[in-house]
C-alpha cells in the first residue's frame, strides 16, 4: 500500500514513541517526511531504523515551546519537502504528581509544549497547506482529555485545549481545503508513557511514590493482551492524513482497546 507517493509530511516528536512510528509508517507507505524532534539522538535512531527508506527523510532538530525554533523548522521543512500536504503534531510531555504538589512552571512548560507548541506548528504550517494537496493536519489529544487520569490533570488540561483547538480549526479551514482531526491514545506503550524515550517528547509519567493505583483500576484495555505498541496508533494516523480519511474532520478517534468505553 503506497497511500503517501508524492504527498509531503512534517511530524513533530518522530524522535522517539508514536510520533516515530508514524514516521516509519508513512515511508513506509511511499511519503517524503520531515522528522522534527528536540532529541538529535531520538532523530539518529529514527534514521536508523527506516533503513532503505531513509533517502525520504529529512531531520531537524525543533523545540515546539519555542516560537523562533518553530518558525525556522517549518520554514525549512516545507523547503526541504517543496510544500506541505499533511502535518502531525506528535511532540509532547507527560508528567505526573498530586495536583497540589504541581508547581506553576511544570504546568505552564506542560501547556507549553503540548498545547501552544502544536498552536504555534500549525500556525507557522497552515500558508503552506493551503497550497497542499488534500491537505490534512493530525493532533494528539489524550484518553485524559474527556476521562479521568489521576495525577495527570496538567496534562489532561493540554489534551483537553488540542481537542477544543482542533475542532474550531476544522470549523475554520475546512472550505479552505485543510482537514483537522485528533487522535486520541490511550493504553500504548511508548516512551512517554514507560519513560524510555530519547527525548523531551518521551518523558514518562513518574507517578507519585504515594499514588493511589486502584484509581486506574479502570485504566486497562478490554481486548488484546495488554498496552498496545506505538505502530498501532501510526496505522491510524496514517489512514487520517492519505486519501482513505478524505471525509473525516473535526473530530477525534480514540484509540486505547476498549479502555474507555
Known sequence: MKRYERRRVLITG??????QATALRVLAEGGRVVAADISEQGLADTAHK????????TALVLDVSDEESVKDVVAKAVSALGGLDVLVNAAGILRSAHSHEVSLADFQEILSVNLVGTFLVIREAIPALLAGNDSAVINF???????????????????????????????EYAERGIRFTAVQPGSISSGMTDGSGASRTS???GLPEDADMSLFAKLSPAIGDGFAGPETVASVVAMLGSEDGRFITGTEIRVDGGTHF
Open 50 to 57: 527506516a533503513g532503505a527508506d531513509a533517502g525520504r527523510l
Open 203 to 205: 518523558v514518562g509519567p
Open 14 to 19: 518522530a524522535g522517539s514513541g508514536i510520533g
Open 141 to 171: 489529544s489524550s484518553t485524559s482529555a474527556a476521562f479521568a487520569h489521576p495525577y495527570m490533570a496538567a496534562y489532561a488540561a493540554s489534551k483537553g485545549g488540542i481537542q477544543s483547538m482542533t475542532h474550531a480549526l476544522a470549523g
